[in-house]
Structures are given as structure tokens and as C-alpha cells.
């Protein structure tokens, strides 16, 4: 293998990280979404938000994007695209990148995300592969965007009571990861697809460590469970169970609809940091100082027996 690929498919981390220079290594990622909402300039900001996240989450900078784009030329006005482009490029601009260019296809449903490239020093690299028994887990936005864009496009929940959490879910973690590198940070990731059991597992796997999740810590969007106990889901949840089957248990008593959040999956997540317990107040605070006010303490790692994930 190329000495100078430092992260590719080894682990399940967030983009492939390649060496060029002793000082400079480039991160690479690509990913897009369909619509979570019918707007379109949210949905290119949600889009580009959730593609630039990888970087931040493997601890580098954004330097270009390329827009991926697949569009239904035939059925949809095309100033819906322009205005997916227009949210998409705005938070280009927001993460100081260069908007490079792009491809697009005609499609029948609308897709859009990011080819993006960063860059990240090859000795201060973030992986889910560093946690620590003693570290603590800190998320910095809240779970349950799957259920919730499902239940606005089922009709469940009325755009009026999603569009206020747009702003948190289109948020760049930036300013999470800038102020997270002041700290020790042990191993991280974002929470995508795979909802916060799974990508809590990931880092287990990736740390072979155990971790406990403390269910009564872990911050929700607001409706998340009322949609799921109006017995709303997702496409995802069945499988990012079986996905973690056998690998988790939970302590406490708890409601189906509880459970189902454990595998919410999320667009443009936060990121979940492995941090020394010592310096969890001090790292939280500092969040909150830099406007990631939902940043909180949601486990711990516990044990290095085998890669296992405790609900408690």
C-alpha cells in the first residue's frame, strides 16, 4: 500500500486523508442527499453543510468543493436548481473554500452534495481510531432530523415546526472542530446516516473500546420522539439496527420510540469528539463560547474488553 495514503479504507472514517508534502496532507470526501425539505436554497445550504463536515470531522480545513448535482430537467422549474446552487455556494463561501466547479446528470429525483478536498497536517489528523478508556464523548448538535424531514414530507409535522431547527441542522461544524483542536482530542466523527448508536459504534470498533451512552444526556430535536411514538420512522432505522446487533444492550427501561432514536439517522450531524474527562467542562464551555450551544457530555469510554455499546 502507498505509504503516503495515511487514512483510507482501513476504517470506516469520514474521507481518505493522503500525504503530499512532511507538513500537508489533502482530505478527500464526497456525499450528497436527496431533499430533506422542499425548499431549495435549504436544501443546497443542508447539502453542502453535511459534505463539508467530513473534513472538519478528520480535523482539517476546507479548500474546494465540487458540486455534484442530479436534477429532473424535464419536470422541475429549473430556478429550483439555481437556488440548490445558490444555498450550496453560500456555505462554500462560509467555510472560506473555493467553489471549483462540478458535474451534473439529469435525474428523476433531485440529489445534490459536494466533492471536497481539505487539508489537514499528517501529524494532527482525526480518526475514530484513538479513543481512550477514561475519555469522554461530546456531542455538539442534536439527534433526530431523519424522523422529523420524514414527518414533514408524510405530513405528520407541519413545515412551521421544522423550519426553526433549518439553521442548526445547515450549521458548518467549524466552529466545533476549531475549538475542539484547542483540546486533546482523542479520536471523532460525525453523526450521519448511521444515527448516534452506530457511528458511536464505529469509534468503538475503530478504538476496540467499549463505550457507555448516557440516554438521559443525549439532546433531541424537538418532535423527534412525538413523531416517532405517532409511529413515523425512517427508511434507515431497520438496518442501522442490524448493523449493531449484538453489539449493544440497554440498562434502562425504554419505549420503543426511545429506542428508535438510538438509530435516527442524521443529515449534517454533529460531531461526536473523544476528549480526556478532565477537560470535558472546559471544552464544553469553550463550544458554547464559540455559538455550539448544544454541545454536551453524552458518554464515556469505559473498558477495552471488546467493541461494545451500553446504553445507560
Not at 463536515?53 to 424535464?74: E, H, I, R
Not at 412551521?160 to 441542522?169: D, G, R, S, W
Not at 409511529?231 to 429506542?259: P, V
Request: hydrophobic letters at 45%; a negative charge; one cysteine or more.
Amino acid at each position: 500500500m502507498d505509504p503516503n495514503l495515511l487514512v483510507g479504507f482501513d476504517t470506516s472514517d469520514d474521507a481518505a486523508v493522503y500525504r503530499v508534502a512532511p507538513e500537508i496532507a489533502l482530505i478527500s470526501t464526497v456525499d450528497y442527499i436527496t431533499p430533506p425539505v422542499n425548499d431549495p436554497y435549504w436544501f443546497g445550504q443542508i447539502a453542502a453543510a453535511n459534505s463539508l463536515s467530513d473534513v472538519y470531522a478528520m480535523g482539517g480545513q476546507p479548500l474546494t468543493a465540487l458540486n455534484l448535482v442530479m436534477f429532473p430537467s424535464k419536470k422541475l422549474d429549473m430556478a429550483f436548481l439555481k437556488d440548490i446552487l445558490r444555498g450550496g455556494s453560500a456555505k462554500v463561501l462560509e467555510a472560506e473554500a473555493s467553489m471549483a466547479g462540478g458535474h451534473s446528470v439529469d435525474d428523476n429525483e433531485p440529489k445534490y452534495g459536494l466533492a471536497v478536498t481539505g487539508r489537514v497536517h499528517p501529524d494532527r489528523i482525526l480518526t475514530n481510531c484513538g479513543a481512550q478508556v477514561g475519555d469522554a464523548l461530546i456531542l455538539t448538535k442534536p439527534l433526530g432530523t431523519g424522523v422529523l424531514f420524514n414527518a414533514n414530507r408524510s405530513g405528520k409535522l407541519p413545515y412551521a415546526e421544522l423550519e426553526f431547527i433549518l439553521p442548526q441542522v445547515a450549521a458548518l461544524n467549524r466552529s466545533a472542530i476549531a475549538a475542539a483542536l484547542k483540546f486533546e482530542v482523542h479520536a471523532c466523527t460525525d453523526v450521519t446516516g448511521f444515527g448516534i448508536l452506530g457511528h458511536s459504534l464505529e469509534l468503538a470498533r475503530g478504538s476496540d473500546v467499549q463505550i457507555d451512552l448516557i440516554y438521559e444526556n443525549l439532546p433531541f430535536y424537538p418532535n423527534a420522539l412525538r413523531m416517532y411514538r405517532k409511529g413515523e420512522t425512517t427508511g434507515s432505522n431497520k438496518a442501522n439496527r442490524k448493523l449493531a446487533e449484538g453489539a449493544w444492550e440497554i440498562a434502562a427501561q425504554r419505549s420503543t420510540a426511545e429506542k428508535d432514536l438510538l438509530f435516527d439517522p442524521q443529515t449534517s450531524g454533529g460531531l461526536l469528539l473523544a476528549v480526556p474527562a478532565a477537560q470535558t467542562d472546559d471544552l464544553i464551555a469553550r463550544l458554547k463560547k464559540e455559538g455550539v450551544a448544544t454541545a454536551v457530555r453524552v458518554g464515556e469510554v469505559v473498558a477495552v474488553d471488546r467493541p461494545f455499546i451500553r446504553v445507560v
